[in-house]
């Protein structure tokens, strides 16, 4: 009986219909009780990759490396080898190679300003970050609060100074700054500090470096507000509105909602401004070149006044590669940290 009411139902099924078998042909029939099923649970096969299959990502990436190996390897390879000689200008007017072996960093290492140099730039780092960071907090924070109108001000305002070209922005800070001309001392003249009105702000290595430090960070803030506030915009709104049913205040719904949503884009932003400050380089030597007296020197001016200002090449070359170094040891120490805390927060989850 139940074959026969099948045979009826497939009979009455129209023979042409949208989708369906054309006219003359049966339809497929669902597999029955004759029509061989693959076992329940096993995928069918896919066919393994050929070897040009394979070799088709290395490919992509083949351009990509060969431009990085001409453009950052063999520049490296150059200085290394050039750090390892003594090149002055007879030596490179004459087309001399004189190999000197480990005595160029046998003598920087030796030397006291090298190490102070160090010193200094890592201070300096370090101040210019943090302020970079907690202003960059505070504006980003701020940005998740304003008002539509306002917050879009705000943020072009960021944006342009950002856009701001490195050079550019130096000139304009040394007409603000500048002694006899400059708005900052006719501000503060009209203020009331009389002694301020021709006052040299590179003449001192505590106020050069204030004048560099208020530059960078100047130039560093919008990149972090900007990065901060688009990470707050990820944040749910009913966390928010829990902990403050929970009596949260002000601080306590920083440290238990935002900030915990904010620290990978936190992290991550603090280790780009690290390499980022590290290595300024225009700033410091436009606004007075070291100065005064060689006070003001970080280790990128340090290799550059060694190698192309007293034409000691080998030098410099020598001095860039102990920057990079430096560089090196001081992220890996904080990817180390950084690391380390991941891990202590997963143990405790």
Known sequence: MAAQLDDAV???APRTAKGGAPPGRRAPRSPGRGTARPPAGRAPRSAAPGPSARRTPYLLLLPALLATAVLLGWPMVRNVLLSFQNLNMKELIQHLTDWRGTGNYQEILGSEQFWRVTLRTLVFTAVNVVLIMVLGVLIGLLLARLGTKMRLTLSLALVL???MPVIAATTVFQWLFDSRYGVVNWLLDKAGWHAMAHYDWVGTQLSTFSV?????????LPFVALNLYAATTTIPRELYEAARMDGAGTWQVFTSVTFPFLKPFFLATTFLEIIWVFKAFPQIFAIN?????????????????EGVGNLHFGMGAAISLLTIVVLLAMTAHYLRLTLRQERHEENEL
């Open 161 to 163: 100074a950002w856009a």
């Open 212 to 220: 560099i430090t208020l530059l960078i960070v100047w130039q560093s």
């Open 10 to 12: 497939g009979n009455a």
């Open 289 to 305: 070149e070291g100065g005064p007296d060689r006070l003001t020197e970080t280790l990128p001016i340090y290799a550059f006044t």
